[in-house]
């Protein structure tokens, strides 16, 4: 039996060694098996290197983000552009509205003021709309691309750590995380997280979301349930007041 316990031991350090070594490896490796959902035709592709869109029927075309709606100076800003903004680094948790949880993942990328600060959003615009390259399989209500909409105070709050998302696991997005920028919301579940973002419409009022108008049980507020969450939602206690 000591023997056994003796062997069983120096293979865990053998295998610790190993996890130490190759950290990077490892985390490469968890970012792929990340698991992907999305509603787009699959015809178009993002290369990170020269910020074009590729199409597969077309020559491809540079990346522009457009920021636009009730703003002051309307914004169309290149992928070059986007990576010479003030960067932001978080480790946060993403939440499936499917149920399953996956924690601990390394974003980079732009906090939105770097945003608002450009554009000059006027008194009235309450919601940020994000719009998304490609085009979805269905056409809920005849919308032919994805869809979110979320307050503007909200994007703003930095305790809420909503985040522009260029990089994972300090690599640029992977087109299957949605390449070049996703928006990224830890304490909502992911289907407010639009993948692909191509467009920034600030507006005065709100507007359904891709899955709310394909299906009325995706809410148009979405928090994550609490008992999912390993830090408390910060808007908890003013929805309770």
């Known amino acids: 039996m000591r023997g056994i316990t003796r062997r069983l031991f120096l293979k865990f ?17 968890f970012v792929r098996e990340f698991p992907v959902r999305t509603v787009e035709i699959e ?5 990170a290197a020269t910020g074009s869109v590729t199409r597969a029927a077309g020559p491809a075309e540079p990346y522009v983000l457009a920021v636009d709606g009730l703003v002051a100076r309307p914004q169309r800003l290149s992928y070059a552009e986007l ?10 948790d993403f939440h499936c509205v499917e149920g399953w ?6 974003w980079g990328g732009l906090r939105l003021e770097s945003l608002t600060g450009l554009a000059g959003p006027l008194p009235e615009a309450r919601y940020v709309v994000f719009h998304s390259l490609g085009r979805t399989r269905s056409r ?3 919308l032919d691309h994805y869809v979110e909409c979320l307050p503007l105070a909200d994007l703003l709050d930095p305790d809420l750590a909503y985040l522009l998302a260029l990089t994972l696991a300090g690599a640029p997005l992977p087109l299957s995380h949605g390449a070049p920028l996703r928006l990224v919301c830890p304490f909502d579940l992911a289907y407010k997280g639009a993948k692909f973002v191509a467009r920034l419409e600030f507006a005065a009022d709100p507007v359904e979301g891709w899955w709310t108008r394909a299906n009325g049980i995706y809410e148009t507020v979405a928090p994550v349930e ?3 969450l390993r830090r408390p939602d910060p808007r908890a206690s003013a929805r309770r007041s």
């Open 13 to 29: 350090l053998a295998g610790a060694a190993v996890f130490g070594r190759w950290a990077g490896e490892a985390r490469a490796f």
């Open 43 to 47: 015809d178009f592709g993002f290369d």
């Open 83 to 92: 990576l010479a903004l003030p960067r932001h680094e978080q480790v946060s």
């Open 101 to 106: 949880s996956v924690g601990d993942l390394a």
């Open 140 to 142: 809920p209500e005849g």
């Open 226 to 228: 609490p008992g999912r």
